[in-house]
């Protein structure tokens, strides 16, 4: 199952690499039950053996894709493009907002655990961790660093929502990490529920594969 194979190839053009990722279809994934957890239902002739098998090559081929790749593209029949251009649209429009407007969703005595993060905020990992930029370093020497990525250099330059999942513990510890969610109004109606679920299924494949 699934709606390509393969690990994604490469196409040269002038300077620049055109990837081109194939295409995993979660539709015969998430047959089983209808909550993606794996089981998929078997087709007319198939045996629930086979059905299974075919299960987890997807698995192992969605992983070995993100891999090789470090990007997915998925086909969810739960998703389809006008949830995912709604969505680019409610979060262009919250963004575009004044900065003291998105500055009332900032909760930095929470460690800016919901909410609004400001641009400045947050410092990449690397930026201490010698281990890290030794990583980032390797990256891209196949190619002779014509595709080697770019180590950050100061804090984030880019603002984020943060929005945690699931529901809030009953008892906790930790008061601000499970702090109460910020709901905005911009983002209400959004169809992120939809898009989360497609992730948290692509999460199990990978977790899987």
């Known amino acids: ?7 994604g190839t490469c196409t040269a053009t002038g300077e620049h690499v055109q990837l081109q990722l194939p295409v995993f279809d979660l539709t015969p994934y998430l047959a089983g039950d209808g909550e993606g957890d794996g089981r998929p239902a078997a087709q007319p002739g198939q045996s629930a053996g086979q059905s299974a098998g075919q299960s987890v090559q997807l698995c192992r081929e969605v992983a070995a894709c993100f ?3 470090g990007a997915l593209v998925v086909r969810d029949p739960r998703v ?3 949830h995912n251009a709604r969505f680019l649209d409610v979060m262009e429009a919250y ?12 909760r930095p005595h929470l460690h800016y655990q919901v909410g609004i993060t400001p641009e400045g905020i947050e410092r990449p990992r690397c930026l201490n961790d010698p281990a890290i930029r030794g990583i980032i370093s390797a990256l891209g020497e196949d190619d002779g660093g014509r595709n080697a990525p770019r180590p950050p250099h100061g804090p984030d330059p880019k603002w984020r929502y943060f929005w945690r999942l ?7 510890r930790f008061q601000e990490l499970n702090a109460v969610r910020r709901v905005q109004d911009t ?10 679920c497609s992730r948290l299924t692509t999460t199990r494949l990978l977790l899987t594969g």
């Open 187 to 196: 983002t209400r109606h959004s169809p992120r529920a939809r898009l989360v």
């Open 67 to 69: 891999k090789h790749t």
């Open 95 to 106: 963004f575009s907002q004044p900065v003291e407007q998105k500055m009332k969703d900032a």
């Open 166 to 172: 699931g529901e809030r513990p009953t008892r906790t």
């Open 1 to 7: 199952m699934g709606g390509a194979h393969g690990d």
């Open 80 to 82: 389809d493009s006008r």
